[in-house]
Every structure is written in C-alpha cells, then in structure tokens.
C-alpha cells in the first residue's frame, strides 16, 4: 500500500472500525485482523488501538471485559446505538464522496 493511500485509511479508520464492530463485538486484535484480511495488509494494530480509545471516549461502543487465556483481559468492543447512528453517518458521508469522485473520475475520463 503507497503512502497516499495509507493518509487516505486515516481519515477512514474510524468508519471502518464501526462497520467492524456492527458485524459482531470483537477485540482490537480481531479487528485488526479482519480488516488485514480484507486486504487493508498495511493497519497498523497501535493505529487500530488509538481510534478504538477515540470511539469508546465519544460514547460510540460499548465495552466488556473477558477474560484471556494469553494475559490481561481483553477489552471487547460493542456497537451501541450511538454508534450505530455514526456508522450512518459515514456511510452516508461515503456515499456522497464517493458519487462525486466517481463524477470527476468520469469527467476525465471523457477529456
């Protein structure tokens, strides 16, 4: 993955860990691990870690902690409605990025 889209995933992480996390409560390793197995190869887990924190502390997820078999106990992450209503958001966001880039894209294409 290039740099430019590396600094594009920033502005999208947040988004992308709500659209996780409404699949199915999960811990940060798991996440991160999903999002890898999407082809986001390049997440960075202490990146993935930070906006995790950003999200619980604007009241986004709610969390639970289980116990783990490998060390300390493992904060598990919940979409609550609060965060539901963000993920609408963002994907509503998205879609009007993406219309409008599409546009342009196909503007210049045609030139």
């Given at each position: 993955m290039g740099k430019q889209m590396t600094e594009m995933l920033k502005g999208f992480l947040e988004g992308m860990l709500l659209a996780a996390l409404a699949r199915e409560p999960a811990h940060g390793y798991e996440i991160t691990s999903r999002l890898r197995d999407l082809g986001f190869t390049d997440i960075v887990e202490g990146t993935v870690y930070a906006v995790l924190l950003r999200i619980e502390?604007?009241?986004?997820?709610?969390?639970?902690?289980v116990p783990s078999e490998k060390?300390?106990?493992?904060?598990?992450?919940?979409?609550?409605?609060?965060?539901?209503?963000?993920?609408?958001?963002?994907?509503?966001?998205?879609?009007?990025?993406?219309?409008?880039?599409?546009?342009?894209h196909d503007e210049g294409e045609k030139q």
């Amino acid at each position: 993955m290039g740099k430019q889209m590396t600094e594009m995933l920033k502005g999208f992480l947040e988004g992308m860990l709500l659209a996780a996390l409404a699949r199915e409560p999960a811990h940060g390793y798991e996440i991160t691990s999903r999002l890898r197995d999407l082809g986001f190869t390049d997440i960075v887990e202490g990146t993935v870690y930070a906006v995790l924190l950003r999200i619980e502390q604007r009241g986004l997820v709610d969390v639970e902690k289980v116990p783990s078999e490998k060390g300390p106990p493992r904060k598990v992450y919940s979409l609550n409605a609060a965060g539901h209503d963000a993920l609408d958001e963002f994907w509503t966001n998205w879609s009007f990025l993406a219309d409008r880039l599409a546009a342009l894209h196909d503007e210049g294409e045609k030139q």
